[in-house]
T-cell receptor
Framework: GAVVSQHPSWVICKSGTSVKIECRSL??????MFWYRQFPKQSLMLMAT?????????EQGVEKDKFLINHASLTLSTLTVTSAHPEDSSFYIC??????????????FGPGTRLTVL | QQQVKQSPQSLIVQKGGIPIINCAYE??????FPWYQQFPGKGPALLIA?????SEKKEGRFTISFNKSAKQFSLHIMDSQPGDSATYFC??????????FGKGTRLSVIA
């Protein structure tokens, strides 16, 4: 149980285009989902927290107009990288908290999406 | 300011050895301390987690030791295997807040 999927697993796009990444909790409901970014050989950096049905909360330094987050249902959150540039190339990982366990719910992570912007 | 300090940055042990990874925190409001394992190109996977009301938790070959007064916790891997070679992250959170991660430890288990 507790599986989180991400799609696509990797994507290559041209500079200036937008890319959408989907995150789904497959066997549990997730009121809260998180989006992280990870550079090679570095730790996970929290970008934003999304709550179902409300606006996402972005961490300091993360451009909310560039990284659009939508959490439309209890099992789906999307991250759209708008007008992507090469510096946006990174490994993006989503995480979902099992709502059934309240705020103490474990965070489960997706397999990540490798974004390369040419 | 780094909220969770993890050491060492990298670690090499022989097969069968017991690698130990340490983490220290400052925020006394933290009440949940998980460890994640990450293989290259994959997302982190939850290994084991502990709450501050216990001093030790064991699951299979993985053990967390927790020292509340010292604000430290550590991961021990018993009888380590080459397949355990990965990056390990400690993390912590308080109530409803998102996890805060350490910088990670790259573990290599050599045969």
């Amino acid at each position: 149980g507790a599986v989180v999927s991400q799609h696509p697993s990797w994507v290559i796009c041209k500079s200036g285009t937008s890319v959408k990444i989907e995150c789904r909790s497959l066997d549990f409901q997730a009121t809260t989902m998180f989006w992280y970014r990870q550079f090679p050989k570095q730790s996970l950096m929290l970008m934003a927290t999304s709550n179902e049905g409300s606006k996402a909360t972005y961490e300091q330094g993360v451009e909310k107009d560039k990284f659009l987050i939508n959490h439309a249902s209890l099992t789906l959150s999307t991250l759209t990288v708008t007008s992507a540039h090469p510096e946006d190339s990174s490994f993006y990982i989503c995480s979902a908290r099992d709502s059934g366990r309240g705020p103490w719910g474990t965070q489960y992570f997706g397999p990540g999406t490798r974004l390369t912007v040419l | 300011q780094q909220q969770v300090k993890q050491s060492p940055q990298s670690l090499i042990v022989q097969k069968g050895g017991i690698p130990i990874i340490n983490c220290a925190y400052e925020n006394t409001a933290f009440d949940y301390f998980p460890w994640y394992q990450q293989f290259p190109g994959k997302g982190p996977a939850l290994l084991i987690a502990i709450r501050p009301d216990v001093s030790e938790k064991k699951e299979g070959r993985f053990t967390i030791s927790f020292n509340k007064s010292a604000k430290q916790f550590s991961l021990h891997i018993m009888d380590s295997q080459p397949g355990d070679s990965a990056t390990y992250f400690c993390a912590a959170k308080s109530g409803n807040t998102p996890l805060v991660f350490g910088k990670g430890t790259r573990l290599s288990v050599i045969a």
